[in-house]
């Protein structure tokens, strides 16, 4: 059994920044690489970024590089982030937090939510101009 449970959304204004934070709990211990993704009402899930930690391996959507941060909590391995800086209107959506136990697969579609297995249940992320 796994459960995400995120955090950290908010309403802000346009250029503001937002620290989303996802914490994952197992009853089995396993490697898992995370996603995050964003959906709009009536729009499916977007990949927004993902990593696989122990691999120092990451993957952004065209659309938030240079602005969005994944990462893993140093010292509480079970914690994940998305740092977003420069929030635009069009950021505007429900965050998700996703995971699914690592296989090599992973590396074909990292950012597609066909790829991940458990799911968190959303924060929203209100960008104003």
């Known amino acids: 059994q796994v459960q995400l449970v995120e955090s950290g959304g908010g309403s802000v204004q346009a250029g503001g920044t937002l620290r989303l934070s996802c914490v994952l709990s197992a009853s089995v211990y396993s490697i898992y690489s995370i996603g995050w993704f964003r959906q709009t009402p009536g729009a499916g899930r977007e990949g927004v970024a993902s990593?696989?930690?122990?691999?120092?391996?990451?993957?952004y959507a065209d659309s938030v590089k240079g602005r969005f941060t994944i990462s893993q909590d140093k010292n509480k391995k079970n914690t994940f982030y998305l740092q977003m800086n420069n929030l635009r209107p069009e950021d505007t959506a429900t965050y998700y937090c996703?995971?699914?136990?690592?296989?090599?697969?992973?590396?074909?579609?990292?950012?597609?939510?066909?790829?991940?297995?458990?799911w968190g249940q959303g924060t929203q992320v209100t960008v104003s101009s």
């Open positions: 996703a995971a699914q136990e690592y296989t090599l697969a992973w590396l074909d579609a990292p950012l597609s939510d066909t790829t991940y297995k458990y």
């Open positions: 990593t696989w930690a122990p691999g120092e391996l990451y993957n």
